[in-house]
C-alpha cells in the first residue's frame, strides 16, 4: 500500500483545512487508517483514526469537537477535516494505515504504510 498525502497550506486561526490522503493497493479497505502530527522538535502524535468500516472513530483529546476523520473505500481515500484551527495545529501531518487493533490504535509503531506528510501552518 502506498499513500500519499495532500490538502495542507497556511490559514488563520479559526480557519479550516481538509486533509486527503489517497491509497493505491487493492487491501486499503481492510485496514485502519489514521492521521498523526509532527510539530517541529516534538514526537510524532496520534491525531485520529477510522476502522476499515468507516463504523468507529477515534480522536485524540486535542482535537476532539474540532477534527473529523472519514474515509470513502471506493476511492481508497481517507479525508481530515480540521475546524477552529488553533497555532497549536501546526505540524506535519502523515497519514498511516495497517491492520491495526482497537487496543494500539493511537500507537504510530502498530501502522505498516506511511504516506509522505503533508504541511498545516496556523497563524495567530
Known amino acids: 500500500v502506498q499513500l500519499q498525502a495532500s490538502g495542507g497550506g497556511l490559514v488563520q486561526a479559526g480557519g479550516s483545512l481538509r486533509l486527503s490522503c489517497a491509497a493505491s493497493g487493492r487491501t486499503f479497505s481492510v485496514y485502519t487508517a489514521a492521521w498523526f502530527r509532527q510539530a517541529p522538535g516534538k514526537e510524532r502524535e496520534f491525531a485520529a483514526a477510522?476502522?476499515?468500516?468507516?463504523?468507529?472513530?477515534y480522536y485524540a483529546d486535542s482535537v476532539k469537537g474540532r477534527f473529523t476523520i472519514a474515509r470513502v473505500n471506493a476511492k481508497s481515500t481517507v479525508y481530515l477535516q480540521m475546524n477552529s484551527l488553533k497555532p497549536e495545529d501546526t505540524a506535519v501531518y502523515y497519514c498511516a494505515a495497517g491492520p491495526v487493533i482497537t487496543s494500539s490504535i493511537t500507537l504510530k509503531g502498530a501502522y505498516h504504510y506511511w504516506g509522505q506528510g503533508t504541511q498545516v501552518t496556523v497563524s495567530s
Open positions: 477510522i476502522h476499515w468500516s468507516g463504523g468507529s472513530t
